[in-house]
């Protein structure tokens, strides 16, 4: 604003020097510079008021250009940090898969070694139960015939005169002393008879 003023009154002495050298022309030079004058003034302030606009727009382009600058960096940051954590997600996904893949081959493995121990176990032990009943029906066949009366023998049915407990030839071997045999020809002749059929 000072470097205004000098202008204008450097312009308003050199127009009045240099007017002077005529009395018609300096009149209308006088006129003519006055409005010149006046004009460079309005000028002059409006061009202050323009200028001061101006450097306020551009003061504040420079501060939005800034923060623009700042959030561009910003982003640009979280980007980076977004695919920094994406890559290690992705590989611990990707161990995890593996990991989780090779436990399930193993226990795969594991169930299928299980079971075929299992199977052969039980094996082993179906052969061995019917080994043991074999050899216990053999025991007990061999337990029942203490006495001297076999009640298997062919389509007879033999009671036993003390317990009164009649058995019949497809029912489990047994012996019993020839004294106290009762021979019956049907089931319902020894019920007949008050005796009940053996449970075994």
Known sequence: M?????????????????GCTTGNQQAANHTSVKTKTVRVEKRTAAN?????KARAA???????AKALSSNTTQLAIATSQAKRQSEQLKAKHDDAMAS??????????SAASQSK???????????????????????????????????????R???????KIYHVETGQNYR????????????DAARAAGFRKSFR
């Open 100 to 109: 989780s893949k090779s436990a399930s081959q193993a226990a795969a493995k």
């Open 117 to 155: 121990q299992a199977a052969k176990a039980s094996s082993q032990a179906a052969a061995q139960s019917q080994q043991t009943q074999t050899s216990t029906a053999t025991t007990s066949r061999q337990n029942n015939f203490s006495g001297d009366t076999d009640t298997a023998q062919t389509g």
């Open 157 to 163: 049915i033999v009671g036993n005169r003390n317990s």
């Open 58 to 64: 551009s003061r504040a382009n420079a501060a939005s």
């Open 48 to 52: 202050k008021a323009a200028w001061a």
């Open 2 to 18: 000072h470097h205004a003023k000098k202008l204008v009154v450097a312009l308003t002495s050199l127009l009045i020097l240099t």
């Open 176 to 187: 019993m002393a020839g004294k106290n045999a009762v021979y019956f020809s049907t089931e």
